[in-house]
T-cell receptor, first 112, second 110 residues
Framework: DSGVTQTPKHLITATGQRVTLRCSPRSGDLSVYWYQQSLDQGLQFLIQYYNGEERAKGNILERFSAQQFPDLHSELNLSSLELGDSALYFCASSVAGWETQYFGPGTRLLVL | QQQVKQSPQSLIVQKGGISIINCAYE??????FPWYQQFPGKGPALLIA?????SEKKEGRFTISFNKSAKQFSLHIMDSQPGDSATYFC?????????FGAGTTVTVRA
């Protein structure tokens, strides 16, 4: 168990809908990272937050947004969902730097 | 566009054998090269990592070999065990972003 928690574990929704994925980092970790894992794209970095501020952006679509709250938990919002958004979404956390990232168990999103 | 190319896609090894996974990169700005292990239904877990100023790093049965001039690095799993059956990802990083390889599924046959 990495200490990173993600909810929900599974999510089934329809195209055009909006969902929110939640992540609680390990105690004491200030950085949160979001990744998307799909069969065709592999594991892709989406975005990083450090102590509430956006630090780095990867291949995140404009339909997706994230934020980190004062208690350091983070939410990833996915809107206008498309079939291709079906994937595993992982959250990871680290103390400050990016080197040792601890991954959560992921949220499996299925868009029908 | 995959910034880190990983091969093979899958491999099968007998218990006690050696598993070798190779990765190559183009961007010389990468300065940190971790390997992650992922079991089905779980998130990736950091296995071992290396910086480009070191040519080899060993932790238990896992060894990273790094060839800076060739821009290649590899993971060797010695004395492979059935519990090593998992998907392994190499990655490279500069700053905050990790770029992952496509993954190698390793199956260790008893």
């Amino acid at each position: 168990d990495s200490g990173v928690t993600q909810t929900p574990k599974h999510l089934i929704t329809a195209t055009g809908q909006r969902v929110t994925l939640r992540c609680s980092p390990r105690s004491g970790d200030l950085s949160v990272y979001w990744y998307q894992q799909s069969l065709d794209q592999g594991l892709q970095f989406l975005i990083q937050y450090y102590n509430g501020e956006e630090r780095a952006k990867g291949n995140i679509l404009e339909r997706f947004s994230a934020q980190q709250f004062p208690d350091l938990h983070s939410e990833l919002n996915l809107s206008s969902l498309e079939l291709g958004d079906s994937a595993l979404y992982f959250c990871a956390s680290s103390v400050a730097g990016w080197e040792t990232q601890y991954f959560g168990p992921g949220t499996r999103l299925l868009v029908l | 566009q995959q910034q880190v190319k990983q091969s093979p896609q899958s491999l099968i090894v007998q218990k006690g054998g050696i598993s070798i996974i190779n990765c190559a990169y183009e961007n010389t700005a990468f300065d940190y090269f971790p390997w992650y292990q992922q079991f089905p239904g779980k998130g990736p877990a950091l296995l071992i990592a290396i910086r480009p100023d070191v040519s080899e790093k060993k932790e238990g049965r896992f060894t990273i070999s790094f060839n800076k001039s060739a821009k290649q690095f590899s993971l060797h799993i010695m004395d492979s065990q059935p519990g090593d059956s998992a998907t392994y990802f190499c990655a490279a990083s500069m700053g905050y972003k990790l770029s992952f390889g496509a993954g190698t599924t390793v199956t260790v046959r008893a």
